[in-house]
T-cell receptor, first 113, second 113 residues
Framework: AQTVTQSQPEMSVQEAETVTLSCTYDTSESDYYLFWYKQPPSRQMILVIRQEAYKQQNATENRFSVNFQKAAKSFSLKISDSQLGDAAMYFCDSDTGFQKLVFGTGTRLLVSP | NAGVTQTPKFQVLKTGQSMTLQCAQDMNHNSMYWYRQDPGMGLRLIYYSASEGTTDKGEVPNGYNVSRLNKREFSLRLESAAPSQTSVYFC????????????FGPGTRLTVT
């Protein structure tokens, strides 16, 4: 069975600093996709970043980047130059296409001025 | 372009009552999903429809039924509501089943008393 674990229920960061959110997963598939979604207080979930497992290069979207370690089944999200608008719940998601989609339990990110 | 819309936004039911949550997307997506979100549990997949005419169970399907009415619409029905179904329900859609970004609706907060 596929599992996704986010071991940090809550993280804090100051504006302009860098923070890393952790995610580990377990799947028997060799080809899969990994996502980070953001859920601000408004509740609407939006995609932050996507990684294809067959690509060795880590995905980057502006201030957001991932550290994808396939052998360790680790997919962490790094947020650089944190902004107040980054405060939200962040969910890690694993999708193989053949097994059911699985989300982690989320990490609440607090950003202080 | 409204994206994914859900109705209603809020609903209170008594135990044993039935109701249908409506979801529609205008992005010509093939795949649609229903999730529930409970505190500390992240998002759990209830049902999904990989393409028009097909539906499959997710992680927590008991107590729910779904209908993929057409390519745009995917409804979730609670036949006999129970307090354990108190939750926030999200509908989502993606271009196709595997590896594509999911677009989420704003959610429905359901309380069963």
């Amino acid at each position: 069975a596929q599992t996704v674990t986010q071991s940090q229920p809550e993280m804090s960061v100051q504006e302009a600093e860098t923070v890393t959110l952790s995610c580990t997963y377990d799947t028997s598939e060799s080809d899969y996709y990994l996502f980070w979604y953001k859920q601000p207080p408004s509740r609407q979930m939006i995609l932050v970043i996507r990684q294809e497992a067959y690509k060795q290069q880590n995905a980057t979207e502006n201030r957001f980047s991932v550290n994808f370690q396939k052998a360790a089944k680790s997919f962490s999200l790094k947020i650089s130059d944190s902004q107040l608008g980054d405060a939200a719940m962040y969910f890690c998601d694993s999708d193989t296409g053949f097994q059911k989609l699985v989300f982690g339990t989320g990490t609440r990110l607090l950003v202080s001025p | 372009n409204a994206g994914v819309t859900q109705t209603p936004k809020f609903q209170v039911l008594k135990t044993g009552q039935s109701m249908t949550l409506q979801c529609a997307q205008d992005m010509n997506h093939n795949s649609m999903y229903w999730y529930r979100q409970d505190p500390g549990m992240g998002l759990r997949l209830i049902y999904y429809s990989a393409s028009e005419g097909t539906t499959d169970k997710g992680e927590v399907p008991n107590g729910y039924n779904v209908s993929r009415l057409n390519k745009r619409e995917f409804s979730l029905r609670l036949e006999s509501a129970a307090p354990s179904q108190t939750s926030v329900y999200f509908c989502a859609s993606s271009l196709d089943r595997a590896g594509y970004e999911q677009y989420f609706g704003p959610g429905t907060r359901l309380t069963v008393t």
